[in-house]
T-cell receptor, first 109, second 115 residues
Framework: QKEVEQNSGPLSVPEGAIASLNCTYS??????FFWYRQYSGKSPELIMS????GDKEDGRFTAQLNKASQYVSLLIRDSQPSDSATYLC?????????FGAGTRLTVKP | KAGVTQTPRYLIKTRGQQVTLSCSPI?????VSWYQQTPGQGLQFLFE???????NKGNFPGRFSGRQFSNSRSEMNVSTLELGDSALYLC??????????????FGPGTRLTVL
């Protein structure tokens, strides 16, 4: 079992819709969780970080964390074609960061 | 603040050669992590350095090594290159990599092609 698992996709949504990305992790000692966006040929860029159970909102993005279920999600509201990218989920325990394989999202105009 | 910088951006080597990649973290950041990214394996952790010490290491052979200097700049070295080492090598920096809340910021990466 991989330490951080994501649906590889591809996930396709129409412009303006809500995109929902999911991630599970196996290490209960993980303390912090991150969502990165990676465009093709580019390096990952941080979108959201979340440390506590519940929701965290930043503009069109909402991260949700449920430590009991070892589940992290990212919702993208009013999806735009520019959101088309691979989204990486990561879990951090002390100085050890583990990434999921990424979910490819396509937003169709 | 300047972001994480990596040099060179692109590199072509042949099998059996060795290569050294360089990473300069964000000013004030003391932790540097290295990752290998390939289409098949995704983003895989190589190692992490803090205050010139390797604190954590991923599951890679000994051909992959690194070091960190007193100014927090880091280098990674790959010896006896194999075709499978062709990948994007990413460096990420964070303030101290501990506390469970540290955020890593990535550099642009070095694209290594082994022929």
């Amino acid at each position: 079992q991989k330490e951080v698992e994501q649906n590889s996709g591809p996930l396709s949504v129409p412009e303006g819709a809500i995109a929902s990305l999911n991630c599970t992790y196996s290490d209960r000692g993980s303390q912090s969780f991150f969502w990165y966006r990676q465009y093709s040929g580019k390096s990952p860029e941080l979108i959201m970080s979340i440390y506590s159970n519940g929701d965290k909102e930043d503009g069109r993005f909402t991260a949700q964390l449920n430590k009991a279920s070892q589940y992290v999600s990212l919702l993208i509201r009013d999806s735009q074609p520019s959101d088309s990218a691979t989204y990486l989920c990561a879990a951090l325990r002390n100085n050890d960061m583990r990434f999921g394989a990424g979910t490819r999202l396509t937003v169709k105009p | 603040k300047a972001g994480v910088t990596q040099t060179p951006r692109y590199l072509i080597k042949t099998r059996g050669q060795q290569v050294t990649l360089s990473c300069s973290p964000i000013s004030g950041h003391r932790s540097v992590s290295w990752y290998q990214q390939t289409p098949g394996q995704g983003l895989q952790f190589l190692f992490e350095y803090f205050s010139e010490t390797q604190r954590n290491k991923g599951n890679f052979p000994g051909r992959f090594s690194g070091r960190q200097f007193s100014n927090s700049r880091s280098e990674m070295n790959v010896s006896t290159l194999e075709l499978g080492d062709s990948a994007l090598y990413l460096c990420a920096s964070s303030p101290d990599g501990t506390g469970g809340t540290d955020t890593q910021y990535f550099g642009p990466g070095t694209r290594l092609t082994v022929l």
